[in-house]
C-alpha cells in the first residue's frame, strides 16, 4: 500500500480557485447556459497509473487513461463533467468538434495556461465504420464516445499537472467548489492497492479460424479480378476469466510490456476498451502534424541473429512493400492537403514491437492553416493499414464479409485540448473487456500477394501483446 500524498500543493491555490469558480457562476448566469470552469496546477511527480487504480471505487466505468510511445504525454482522467456523443452519423468527426468548440469557447481557466495536454481536455474515440449496426457487444459505446474528465492528472515532459474541471450552471451557487473540493480531497487522500486477486483465463477460443481463412482466400481472388487492392480483415478472439479483469492491471502490464506502443483505456459503464496501439494516426502541436504509416508485418526472432535476418527480409519483401506503400500515398497525400511542406523518408525502416516487428514510416508536415485534429482524422481514417484500398470500396467490403463486429478496434482514439493540440492513435493490439469476459482484435492486410494461412498466422502474432497482458496463452 502506498499513500499518493503530494496534492496538498494544490491547495495553496484555493483563492484563486474561488476567484475562477465564481467568474465561471457570473458568466453562467449572464449568459443564461452552462460553462465550463478549469483549473490546472504543477503538483509533485506521482504515477498516472496510481492516480487511475486511485479512481476505481469512485469513478469505476467513468476513467481514462493514455500514455504515448515516448512518454511525453501520459494522462489519467476520473470522472466526467460532460460527455460528448454525437448522434448525426456521417458528419460525426465534426459534430464532436462542434460540441467540444461550443463548450470550450466559453470555459473559464484558471491556473497554468496553455500547456499542452492540461486544462479542459476531450478523450475518446470513434468506431471504425458508423455505418455498421451496433451490435450488443459495443451498446455502451455506440460509434463516438468522448468524456471531458472532472480531475485529470497528465505528466508533460516530466512535470506533472492536475485539472480539475467543473460544469457551472446559472442556478448553481457557489457551494459547488465544496463538493469539489471534498471530491478531491477523497481521491487524493486515497490508498494504491493493485490488487492481489488476479484474473485467470479458462477460456481462450479463436472464433471461426477456418471461415476466416476462407474469407481471405475469396478476397485474394477478388482482388485479382476487381479494382479492390487492399482489404483489412480482422478476426476476433474470446477470453473467459475466473474473476473480473481490473483494467489498472492491465494496463500496467501493457506499460512495462509494450514500450514502443501508445497505452490507452477507455471505460464506460461496466466495459473497458482497452489496448497498445504501435500506429499513431494524427499528432498535431502547434502548426506541426505528424502521421505514421505502419503496414506490413513479420515476428521477433529468437535471438538477435534471427531477429535481424527477420528484419532484413521484412524490408525486402515484395508482398509487404506492396501492403506498406499503399498506407504512404494515401497518407502523404491526406498531408500534403493542408501542409505547405510534408516529410516523407522515401524507404521504410524497421519498427520492433515487443512481438513484431513493422515497415515503418513517419510523415511530418507543416500546416498551412489552421486545421483541426477533427478534420485530420475525416481525412485520415480508415487509411489503407485498417480499411482498405478503394476506400469507400474497403470499408463496404468489409461491413459485407467480416463476421466480427469492430467497433472501436481500428477506430481513432485519443484526446485533443483547448488549445487545438492532440493526439490519437489507431485502436490497434486493443481488446473489449466486460467482467470475466474479453473480446481480442487483430487483423491484416490482404494484397494479391497474400495467403490465408501467411495471414493467419499474422493475426495470430497481433493478438499477443494484449493476450500477454491478460495472461493468456500465447502458444511460443
Ligand atoms: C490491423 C492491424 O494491423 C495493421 C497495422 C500494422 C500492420 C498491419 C499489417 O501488416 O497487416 C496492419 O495493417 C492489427 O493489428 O489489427
Ligand atoms: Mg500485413
Redo the contacts with the bound molecule.
Keep these: 500500500m502506498e499513500r499518493i500524498g503530494g496534492f496538498f500543493l494544490a491547495i495553496s491555490h484555493e483563492t484563486e480557485l474561488i476567484e475562477g469558480l465564481k467568474a465561471a457562476l457570473d458568466e453562467a448566469k449572464r449568459k443564461k447556459h452552462k460553462i465550463l470552469f478549469s483549473e490546472v496546477v504543477e503538483v509533485d511527480n506521482i504515477s498516472p497509473l496510481s492516480f487511475y487504480q486511485v479512481g476505481r471505487e469512485q469513478y469505476i466505468g467513468e476513467r481514462f487513461f493514455w500514455q504515448d510511445p515516448n512518454k511525453d504525454i501520459i494522462i489519467a482522467g476520473l470522472g466526467k463533467v460532460e460527455k460528448i456523443q454525437v448522434s448525426a452519423a456521417d458528419s460525426r468527426f465534426m459534430e464532436v468538434e462542434a460540441s467540444w468548440t461550443a463548450l470550450i469557447e466559453n470555459a473559464v481557466k484558471t491556473g497554468i495556461l496553455e500547456k499542452e495536454g492540461t486544462g479542459p481536455l476531450l478523450f475518446g474515440g470513434f468506431s471504425f465504420d458508423h455505418n455498421k449496426s451496433n451490435s450488443l457487444l459495443w451498446d455502451q459505446f455506440g460509434d463516438n464516445l468522448f468524456y471531458i474528465p472532472a480531475f485529470m492528472l497528465s505528466i508533460v515532459k516530466g512535470q506533472a499537472y492536475l485539472t480539475t474541471n467543473l460544469i457551472c450552471s446559472p442556478e448553481d451557487h457557489v457551494q459547488l467548489f465544496i463538493k469539489m473540493i471534498n471530491e478531491r480531497d477523497t481521491l487524493l487522500s486515497g490508498s494504491v492497492n493493485f490488487g492481489n486477486g488476479h484474473h485467470e483465463i479458462i477460456e481462450q477460443r479463436e472464433i471461426a479460424p477456418e471461415h476466416w481463412k476462407y474469407t481471405v482466400a475469396n478476397t485474394i481472388e477478388e482482388i485479382k479480378g476487381t479494382d479492390l487492392k487492399k482489404l483489412?480483415l480482422?478476426r476476433e478472439m474470446r477470453l473467459i476469466f475466473n474473476h473480473s479483469v481490473l483494467s489498472e492491471q492491465v494496463l500496467q502490464k501493457l506499460a512495462v510490456e509494450q514500450q514502443t506502443s501508445f497505452v490507452f483505456s477507455l471505460e464506460t459503464g461496466s466495459d473497458c476498451f482497452i489496448g497498445a496501439?504501435?500506429?499513431r494516426l494524427i499528432k498535431k502541436t502547434g502548426n506541426e502534424m505528424f502521421s505514421t504509416c505502419?503496414?506490413?508485418?513479420i515476428a521477433r526472432g529468437k535471438t538477435k541473429q534471427e531477429d535481424d535476418r527477420l528484419g532484413y527480409e521484412l524490408l525486402h519483401d515484395q508482398k509487404?512493400l506492396v501492403?506498406?506503400q499503399y498506407?504512404v500515398s494515401m497518407i502523404g497525400e491526406a498531408m500534403k492537403s493542408v501542409c505547405s511542406s510534408v516529410n516523407i523518408p522515401k524507404a521504410p525502416a524497421l519498427m520492433k514491437n515487443r512481438h513484431i516487428q513493422?515497415?515503418y514510416t513517419p510523415v511530418k508536415g507543416m500546416c498551412n492553416r489552421f486545421v483541426s485534429i477533427f478534420e485530420m482524422i475525416e481525412k485520415l481514417h480508415p487509411t489503407?493499414?485498417?480499411g482498405g484500398l478503394p476506400k469507400e470500396k474497403a470499408v463496404r467490403r468489409i461491413r459485407e464479409v467480416e463476421q466480427l463486429e469492430r467497433g472501436f478496434?481500428?477506430g481513432p482514439i485519443g484526446w485533443t485540448d483547448s488549445y487545438g493540440n492532440g493526439e490519437f492513435a489507431?485502436a490497434?493490439?486493443s481488446a473489449l473487456l466486460q467482467g470475466k469476459e474479453a473480446s481480442l482484435?487483430?487483423?491484416?492486410?490482404i494484397v494479391e500477394d497474400s495467403t490465408p494461412e501467411g495471414?493467419y498466422n499474422?493475426?495470430s502474432i497481433?493478438f499477443k501483446p494484449m493476450l500477454s497482458a491478460l495472461g493468456g496463452n500465447l502458444h511460443e
Design positions: 483489412v480482422a496501439s504501435p500506429e505502419l503496414a506490413g508485418s509487404n501492403e506498406h498506407v513493422h515497415l489503407p493499414a485498417l478496434y481500428s489507431v490497434i493490439r482484435f487483430a487483423g491484416c492486410g495471414e499474422e493475426t497481433k
